[in-house]
Protein backbone atom coordinates (compact mmCIF):
# COMPACT_ATOMS: atom_id res chain seq x y z
CA UNK A 1 0.00 0.00 0.00
CA UNK A 2 1.72 3.14 -1.34
CA UNK A 3 1.18 6.22 1.70
CA UNK A 4 2.41 9.96 1.17
CA UNK A 5 3.14 12.61 3.38
CA UNK A 6 3.55 16.07 2.44
CA UNK A 7 5.48 18.66 4.13
CA UNK A 8 6.79 22.17 3.97
CA UNK A 9 4.49 23.93 2.86
CA UNK A 10 3.98 27.83 4.58
CA UNK A 11 3.65 31.25 3.47
CA UNK A 12 6.02 33.24 1.54
CA UNK A 13 6.34 36.74 0.09
CA UNK A 14 6.23 37.00 -3.58
CA UNK A 15 9.67 36.20 -5.14
CA UNK A 16 10.53 33.77 -2.40
CA UNK A 17 11.21 30.17 -2.19
CA UNK A 18 10.23 27.21 -1.06
CA UNK A 19 10.42 23.71 -0.58
CA UNK A 20 8.17 20.82 -0.79
CA UNK A 21 8.83 17.48 0.38
CA UNK A 22 6.45 13.87 -0.01
CA UNK A 23 7.66 11.11 2.04
CA UNK A 24 6.63 7.75 0.62
CA UNK A 25 6.47 4.38 1.47
CA UNK A 26 5.03 1.23 -0.48
CA UNK A 27 6.24 2.90 -3.88
CA UNK A 28 8.20 0.50 -6.50
CA UNK A 29 10.77 2.19 -8.23
CA UNK A 30 10.79 0.26 -10.86
CA UNK A 31 6.82 1.20 -11.59
CA UNK A 32 5.49 4.47 -10.20
CA UNK A 33 5.58 7.89 -10.94
CA UNK A 34 5.64 10.88 -8.67
CA UNK A 35 3.71 14.17 -9.24
CA UNK A 36 2.63 17.27 -7.79
CA UNK A 37 -0.77 19.14 -8.11
CA UNK A 38 -2.23 21.91 -7.07
CA UNK A 39 -5.81 23.32 -6.24
CA UNK A 40 -7.41 26.76 -5.31
CA UNK A 41 -10.72 26.35 -3.87
CA UNK A 42 -13.41 26.05 -5.97
CA UNK A 43 -10.94 24.93 -8.75
CA UNK A 44 -10.08 21.64 -10.36
CA UNK A 45 -7.03 20.14 -8.93
CA UNK A 46 -4.13 21.07 -11.29
CA UNK A 47 -1.12 19.57 -12.72
CA UNK A 48 2.25 21.42 -11.52
CA UNK A 49 5.24 18.36 -11.82
CA UNK A 50 6.24 14.66 -12.88
CA UNK A 51 9.06 12.46 -11.93
CA UNK A 52 9.75 8.55 -12.70
CA UNK A 53 11.34 7.22 -9.81
CA UNK A 54 13.12 5.01 -12.35
CA UNK A 55 15.47 7.22 -14.13
CA UNK A 56 14.53 11.11 -12.99
CA UNK A 57 12.88 11.58 -16.14
CA UNK A 58 10.54 15.21 -15.19
CA UNK A 59 7.63 17.14 -16.58
CA UNK A 60 6.75 20.14 -16.11
CA UNK A 61 3.13 22.40 -16.44
CA UNK A 62 4.29 25.65 -18.57
CA UNK A 63 2.74 27.51 -15.51
CA UNK A 64 5.64 26.57 -13.26
CA UNK A 65 8.63 25.22 -15.97
CA UNK A 66 11.74 27.44 -15.26
CA UNK A 67 10.98 28.10 -11.90
CA UNK A 68 9.63 24.84 -9.98
CA UNK A 69 11.96 21.63 -9.88
CA UNK A 70 11.40 18.27 -9.03
CA UNK A 71 13.22 15.63 -7.83
CA UNK A 72 13.84 12.37 -5.78
CA UNK A 73 15.73 10.83 -3.26
CA UNK A 74 15.81 7.09 -3.88
CA UNK A 75 17.15 6.17 -1.00
CA UNK A 76 15.28 8.67 1.41
CA UNK A 77 12.23 7.99 -0.88
CA UNK A 78 11.55 11.27 -0.84
CA UNK A 79 10.16 13.81 -3.54
CA UNK A 80 10.85 17.55 -3.12
CA UNK A 81 9.02 20.14 -5.37
CA UNK A 82 11.59 23.41 -5.15
CA UNK A 83 9.80 26.15 -6.17
CA UNK A 84 10.83 29.52 -6.98
CA UNK A 85 10.11 32.92 -7.86
CA UNK A 86 7.09 32.13 -6.30
CA UNK A 87 4.05 34.11 -7.69
CA UNK A 88 0.38 34.67 -5.52
CA UNK A 89 -1.22 32.73 -8.59
CA UNK A 90 1.09 30.04 -6.86
CA UNK A 91 -1.14 30.19 -3.55
CA UNK A 92 -2.92 26.48 -3.79
CA UNK A 93 -3.23 23.23 -1.67
CA UNK A 94 -0.20 21.33 -3.44
CA UNK A 95 -0.65 17.58 -3.18
CA UNK A 96 1.62 14.59 -3.99
CA UNK A 97 0.03 12.06 -5.71
CA UNK A 98 1.42 8.77 -7.37
CA UNK A 99 0.58 6.24 -10.20
CA UNK A 100 2.23 3.02 -11.82
CA UNK A 101 3.16 3.29 -15.62
CA UNK A 102 3.51 6.12 -17.80
CA UNK A 103 4.25 9.73 -16.61
CA UNK A 104 1.01 11.37 -17.23
CA UNK A 105 -0.14 14.83 -16.11
CA UNK A 106 -3.95 13.71 -15.86
CA UNK A 107 -5.69 13.75 -11.74
CA UNK A 108 -8.19 11.20 -12.53
CA UNK A 109 -4.89 8.60 -13.43
CA UNK A 110 -3.27 8.88 -10.13
CA UNK A 111 -4.26 6.30 -7.98
CA UNK A 112 -2.47 7.42 -4.23
CA UNK A 113 -2.58 10.97 -2.64
CA UNK A 114 -1.19 12.71 -0.19
CA UNK A 115 -3.09 14.92 2.35
CA UNK A 116 -2.08 18.41 1.47
CA UNK A 117 -0.12 21.25 2.31
CA UNK A 118 -1.20 25.14 1.69
CA UNK A 119 1.31 27.00 0.05
CA UNK A 120 0.59 30.89 0.28
CA UNK A 121 1.80 33.54 -1.74
CA UNK A 122 1.51 36.90 -0.89
CA UNK A 123 1.96 40.08 -3.59
Known amino acids: QVQLVESGGGFVQAGGSLTLSCAAS????????MAWFRQVPGKEREFAAVIRWSDGVTNYADSVKGRFTISRDTAKNLVSLQMNSLKPEDTAVYYCAARQGLLLRTEPTYDYWGQGTQVTVSS
Open 26 to 33: GVTFSRHV
